[in-house]
């Protein structure tokens, strides 16, 4: 089977494209950096360690504010793909808003890698993005929810996602809402379960991580632990969305 590990780094821009007030909000801002300063690097050690690359999805403004780290994804053989500008979401803004942010994504990702897939700010895509992606050229999507295993969606290549594969939801707490934490080892028997499905269907899994939330230090472990069990239970393909993407479609 094949497994893909990706992950949205979205520092600042999570925050700053949802509302520009999040400016003044130092504490929340400092969660957003962590990922980049902190958990960042460690998800790099950790794939390193295992010899697995991964697919990274990537906002222009993240690009602009860390460019070193995210040349670092870059020079160790991982994908970028295109993950927006400000992270906007596609159903809150225009057809000319939705463009620019696709353009200027590619603008400030283009002297480090050439992306060839994207995934929308917090997966919402529309029939205006669709196209756009059609017509810039993508190569796939990963985005929808329409299936688990790789499919067309009017004419695109798509990678699905879940949310339940998706750590945000399971150990992410935002201010305000109260969300509760998902216990580490119920979150990591979420994980191995799907795996255990997708190994007796032979087919493409997708996990999501933001580096702020699976970075923190004992989540790590968690993240080595997914890869060393999967490993010791099945042949596994750690394959970036791009070496889906030309398994696909060869």
Known sequence: MAISLTFDVDAETGWLGEDPAYAHRLSTLSEARYGVTRGLPRILDTLSRHDVKATFY?????????PDAIRRIADEGHEIGHHGHMHLRSDAIGEAAQREEIERGLEALQPIATPIGYRSPSWELTPTTLQLLKDHGFAYDSSLMGDDRPYFHDGLLEL???WSLDDWPHLHWKPGRGDAFTAPEAFLDTWLKEFESA???RRHLTYTMHPEVIGRGHRMALLDRLIREVSERADVWFATHADVAAF???
């Open 248 to 250: 696909v479609t060869s």
């Open 58 to 66: 990537v906002p222009g403004h993240t690009a602009e504010l860390h």
């Open 160 to 162: 699905p996602v879940h």
């Open 199 to 201: 190994l007796e269907e």
